[in-house]
């Protein structure tokens, strides 16, 4: 595997660029939990994370790819892991956010971005591949990233874990859409979303019929909740038939 390396992402990927393109349709498997991974999430809380990446393939894969039904035959199949969790400071992310909100209340004349804490930030880390109908291996990646002081603070041990899980999803899915990563990309990479992406995004309907098992986006009302420092277990609905308890 290759290291594809941002800012703050670290990643490992591996994809056959002429295979991957070549694939029209796409199926994605629940994203599971290894057994050690966010041990002090609770079983809702891993849920709604696992069920981040998933939207996330879901919504990024449709700009290409016909995504397709579990069972219905398909070029490629996705399936991802969560490997390890840092979970975040519900106190330091409590009062960051506080602070943040205060701010919103001062008339500076222009906006004023609030640094979080630099405490009890935490990260996220996922391993992917997509196989072929024989089950070999197209595309790869190990990736982990971790929330900075400019993450937007949400009060909830799964916070910074189900907002990186969306960033995850996204990276994944380009690297099957281009074939190749989008830190690989020469000059200024500029990602316009489509309209349909755009309209996910929002809590529309997705392109295609698979994804709504992974539930619709939290729209607008998950933007204002992220402004407010409310825990995504308050703004996502999760998988669409499913609502696990703590």
């Known amino acids: 595997m290759t290291p594809s390396n941002g800012l703050v992402t670290k990643s490992k990927v591996n994809v056959k660029k002429d295979e991957a393109l070549a694939a029209k349709t796409v199926t994605i498997l629940p994203t599971a939990f290894l057994p050690t991974a966010g041990t002090e999430l609770s079983e809702k809380q891993r849920a709604l994370v696992a069920n981040a990446v998933d939207r996330a393939l879901c919504i990024t894969l449709s700009d290409r790819f016909e995504v397709v ?8 199949t996705v399936v991802a892991t969560v490997t390890h969790v840092k979970e975040t400071n519900n106190l330091a992310a409590g009062v960051s956010a506080a602070a943040m909100i205060g701010m919103n209340f001062v008339d500076l004349g222009v906006p004023v971005p609030t640094p979080r804490l630099p405490i009890g930030l935490g990260n996220l880390s ?3 591949e997509a196989i072929d109908p024989s089950g070999r291996q197209v595309a790869a990646m190990v990736w982990g990233k971790g929330a900075t002081m400019f ?25 099957l859409v281009e074939g190749q990563s989008p830190r690989d990309k020469k000059g200024i990479d500029i990602d316009l979303p489509s309209r349909d ?31 407010l420092g409310l825990p995504p277990e308050w703004t996502d609905k999760g998988a669409a038939n499913t609502a696990p308890e703590e």
């Open 197 to 227: 992406k755009i309209n996910s995004a929002m809590g529309g309907a997705p392109k295609y019929a698979p994804c709504e098992s992974f539930g619709r986006a939290p729209g607008v009302k998950g933007l204002v909740g992220g402004q």
């Open 126 to 128: 996922v391993e992917a």
């Open 69 to 76: 039904a579990p069972d219905a035959p398909a070029d490629l």
């Open 151 to 175: 993450t937007s603070p949400k009060v909830s041990r799964a916070g910074d874990a189900h907002g990186l899980a969306k960033a995850f999803g996204d990276d994944f899915g380009r690297l």
